[in-house]
């Protein structure tokens, strides 16, 4: 029996994404993991499966596995991924479209060149809803990691993440600090973290250690969550370009009381099966 499946990626961040609208995937966490290994499977950053949707406001839904096996609220680029793949099938047409996400209905509408617009709902602040393990909300929380104290904003996009502030994202420690705050005990669902550099108002660099995966190229709901921390601190305007290791998102907010908006690409690279 083989798995057909769509190899896909937003601004480097790939996805392996399955169409599962009448059939379940029927993959347990073993398996996931064996997919998504870049030696020995297909490799991706997320796994995505469309599906019909459960909510009649929306026309279909999605979800999202990492590369551990582990499930996801959100991903940003894989939405984006998954409006263009829809589009290519002849089921999504013109205008703003309602999809289902593992966190709930978000908004995508096509752009030219490839692009995708997407609606990914008002920033939450609130340590409850992130969750965080706080005594009360602040800005930035001062956390112990492993015994240091290290300064993070914290937000939920559908997800929850932890946004530090760095001098040169270049030199910042993705690689040892990420998975130290993923794991951190004031995140009890852990955590995706980014690394942001503010060039200008209207313009940041940022690096993502994404929960259950590592480092990634790109990240959408990482993108979002920075420019929300970021805006709400009065550090960057409405308008932000994000720079990431595999390409550019733009992210438009207005601050609270607004939905959060984010326009990037979404490219084919190749079909393909897999033996189950």
Same mark, same amino acid.
């Given at each position: 029996?083989? +798995?057909? %499946? ?6 480097g961040n790939? %996805?392996?994404?399955?169409? !599962?609208?009448?059939r379940? +995937?029927?993959?347990d966490?073993d ?5 998504g ?5 297909v490799?991706?950053?997320?796994? +995505?499966?469309? $599906?019909?949707s459960?909510?009649?406001t929306?026309a %279909?839904?999605?979800g999202?596995?990492?590369?551990d ?5 959100? !991903? ?5 991924? =998954? ?8 089921a999504?047409? #013109?205008?703003?479209? @309602?999809? #289902? ?16 617009r997407?609606?990914?709902g008002?920033p939450r602040?609130a ?6 393990? =706080?005594?009360a $909300? ?18 939920s996009m559908?997800?929850?993440? &932890?946004v530090?502030?760095v ?10 600090l990420?998975?130290?705050? $993923? ?5 009890p669902?852990?955590?995706?973290v980014?690394? &942001? ?5 209207? &313009?940041i660099?940022?690096r ?6 590592? $480092? ?6 990482g993108?979002? &969550?920075?420019?929300?921390?970021l805006?709400? @601190?009065g550090?960057?305007d409405?308008?932000v ?7 550019? +998102?733009?992210?438009?907010? #207005? ?7 984010m326009?990037g ?8 099966e897999?033996?189950?």
């Open positions: 029996m083989a +798995l057909r %499946f769509t190899k896909m990626h937003g601004a790939d %996805f392996v994404v399955v169409d !599962c609208r009448t379940p +995937l029927g993959l966490a398996a996931i993991r064996r997919l290994d870049r030696h020995f499977g490799g991706f950053d997320q796994l +995505l499966t469309i $599906e019909a459960r909510d009649p929306c %279909f839904a999605y999202i596995w990492n590369t096996g582990t499930t996801s609220g959100q !991903c940003g680029n894989g939405l984006r991924c =998954v409006a263009r793949w829809l589009a290519r099938d002849g999504l047409g #013109e205008g703003m479209t @309602r999809l #289902e996400s593992p966190s709930g209905p978000v908004a995508v509408e096509l752009l030219a060149g490839g692009g995708v997407a609606n990914m008002e602040f340590p409850s809803v992130i969750p965080l393990r =706080v005594d $909300e602040t800005d930035p929380y001062m956390l112990d990691v492993d015994g240091d104290p290290v300064a993070v904003g914290a937000v559908g997800n929850p993440h &932890a530090l502030e001098d040169a994202v270049a030199d910042a420690p993705v690689a040892a990420g998975p130290r705050i $993923e794991h951190a005990a004031a995140f669902n852990h955590c995706n980014g690394f &942001a550099e503010v060039l200008a108002r209207d &313009a660099r940022l993502v250690w994404e929960r259950g995966v590592g $480092e990634t190229l790109a990240c959408g709901s993108a979002c &969550a920075a420019v929300a921390v805006r709400r @601190r550090r960057v409405a308008d370009r994000v720079a990431l290791p595999g390409g550019d +998102l733009v992210i438009h907010w #207005e601050g609270p009381g607004h939905d959060l908006w326009s690409p979404a490219a084919f690279v190749f079909e393909g897999y033996p189950v």
